[in-house]
């Protein structure tokens, strides 16, 4: 907890105990179905946690913005984002039913009330949102062309409506194509800890 309280201090005490309650939820599903590296989940809060809150770093989402996390997994980056920001709407899709399953029970744990679970392909998801999130889920071609039909017109944030991805690693192939729009940030710009020395969070405006 430590790791999110130094990069957010403006926690409400319901957040914190939200944030608190995650590793003994995560650690306790994880034995019955695998959303973690078992060798990982010990860094539960650095490596993906507070990963998953770079995009809270880089963007203060308005109340009422509607998000879809793509290939959320376990509940990554939706999970931290929807304790973070409790007036956003989030809806959280994977293909893989039994990843929903514990992203849902997590959410119900902690008592949240602003996201929404499917187990589905994005490609069958047909409403509109304001942003995109996802966590290394396929390469950037793929995702946005997956996503543009839902990004909403409807602006009302700082920053045009788009894709918000978190991703490792050389990605000039991956922006090549969007070159003229795209902006990479390295999260080594936010946070010091060498896990994110080579992370990035790639912002591309679709609207």
Sequence with gaps: MKAITTYFPELSPLQYDQFGALYDLYADWNTRINVI????ISNLYLHHVLHSLAIAKYIRFIPGTTVMDVGTGGGFPG??????FPEVKFLLLDSIGKKIRVATEVSKAVGLTNVEFIHARVE???????FIVS??????????????KNVSHEQFNALPNGVICLKGGDLS???????????????????????????KLVYVPLS
């Design 37 to 40: 590296s078992r060798k990982d």
């Design 79 to 84: 999970i931290p984002l929807a304790i973070f």
């Design 124 to 130: 069958e998801e047909k409403r509109k949102f304001h």
């Design 135 to 148: 966590r290394a889920v396929m390469p950037l071609p793929d995702l946005i062309k997956s996503t543009r």
């Design 173 to 199: 192939h991956e922006t090549e194509p969007f070159k003229q729009i795209v902006e990479v940030t390295s999260l080594s710009d936010y946070f010091p800890e060498e896990f994110f020395q080579t992370k």
